[in-house]
């Protein structure tokens, strides 16, 4: 007898970079890799510095640190998470 259950998934895992308006239009070259390698903890940090929210960092093989947001609130929302990219453009745009 096999018994099948069908679970829906307990959280999601979304990784991605922030680029700054300072690194938009530069060419992909080891400059601009050192400077986005060092986006994501600084705003982290300005994050924790202003108490608003805070999300995880990581950098994957010979990628450059990226967020990694784990979520596993099931009352998350929408406004939640467009807030959470709000507050990254907010404290990234003089980087």
Not at 31 to 56: F, N
Request: hydrophobic share 40%.
């Amino acid at each position: 007898m096999y018994v099948w259950f069908f679970l829906q998934p307990e959280h999601t895992n979304v990784c991605f970079w922030y680029i700054p308006p300072s690194l938009r239009g530069m060419p992909d070259c080891d400059e601009r890799r050192e400077k986005l390698h060092r986006v994501a903890p600084k705003i982290k940090a300005l994050m924790m510095e202003s108490g608003t929210t805070m999300v995880g960092y990581q950098p994957q093989g010979d990628k450059v640190n990226f967020f990694r947001m784990v979520i596993s609130n099931p009352a998350a929302t929408k406004s939640d998470i467009d807030f959470l990219i709000e507050e990254i453009e907010r404290l990234g745009q003089e980087l």
